[in-house]
């Protein structure tokens, strides 16, 4: 259990993220990009500031840039894949399915209002979104969004986030002034990485605020709002008939 605490920090901390990324390797870099937009268990897990950095250490010397890119945007690629098929195959009951240690419903949730705003789109969009990054696939799969579409969104969505990540890492890491202070640069990344989730908790607490102040005043509730209940619990919605109407 300590070993996975250790672990856990390891990503979080800029001198022991580029340890792990040092002694992991390609393996361990493929691991947790596959992770993280294929598996549940990966929403934890730092995507931009794990490629940034990645980029900055094959700046140094210790990576080739293009196998690292080429292999993490496979991985990308097919870890979305991954999360489209458990969506498709499992269906709704992924929305009823109980919190665990490795499963957060709410960020399920935030994953189907962000795709149910943005639409396909959201596939491309979610990759520099975190915990979306993880879900919006299986959000779609569950859509039934038809699988060429969706694959075009993925693949396009995966090489464009990893080599614009990845190479944002590589050209800093070339200039002096950020390799003496790597550890302030990722700690900047890590925290533009969590700005969306800090942005979007801040934009929710506003629009419940007012859905309770006009609750009390006796307004009705924003039309928007019905619908989205309509698209979640609705009899016979399959939770994402209505992407197809969303551009």
């Known amino acids: 259990m300590g070993s996975v605490i250790e672990f856990l920090q390891s990503l979080y901390q800029p001198d022991k993220l580029i340890q792990l990324i040092r002694s992991g390797g390609y ?3 493929a691991v947790i990009v596959f992770a993280e937009t294929g598996l549940f268990v990966g929403f934890f ?10 980029g900055l250490v ?21 870890g979305d894949a991954v999360g489209f098929s458990i969506g498709y195959r499992t269906g709704l009951v992924l929305y009823e399915k109980e919190d665990s240690l490795l499963f957060k419903r709410k960020h399920l949730l935030y994953a189907k209002e962000f795709y149910d705003r943005h639409g396909g789109k959201a596939i491309f969009l979610a990759r520099f979104v975190p915990f979306a990054r993880t879900f919006a696939p ?12 969706f694959a075009a969104y993925n693949i396009f969505g995966g ?4 080599c614009t990540m990845v190479a944002a890492g590589f050209f800093l890491g070339n200039i002096p002034l950020v390799r003496h202070h790597l550890e302030k640069v990722i700690l900047l990344i890590i ?15 506003m629009k419940a605020s007012r859905e309770s102040r006009d609750l009390e005043a006796g307004e009705p509730l924003p039309a928007t709002h019905k619908r989205d209940s309509l698209v979640t619990n609705g009899p016979g919605n399959p939770a994402g008939k209505n992407e197809e109407s969303i551009p």
């Not at 897990?45 to 990645?54: E, N």
């Not at 990576?63 to 991985?75: A, G």
């Not at 299986?138 to 579409?149: C, D, E, H, N, T």
């Not at 090489?159 to 990893?162: A, E, L, M």
């Open 27 to 29: 393996v361990v870099l």
């Open 45 to 54: 897990l730092p995507g931009d500031s794990l490629l940034f950095t990645a």
């Open 58 to 78: 094959a700046s140094q010397g210790f990576f080739k840039v293009q196998y690292l890119m080429v292999l993490l945007s496979i991985m990308a690629v097919v």
């Open 138 to 149: 299986v959000v779609a799969g569950i859509a039934q969004m038809s699988y060429p579409r």
């Open 159 to 162: 090489i464009f986030w990893v």
């Open 191 to 205: 925290f533009v990485s969590v700005l969306p989730i800090i942005v979007e908790y801040w934009r929710n607490r």
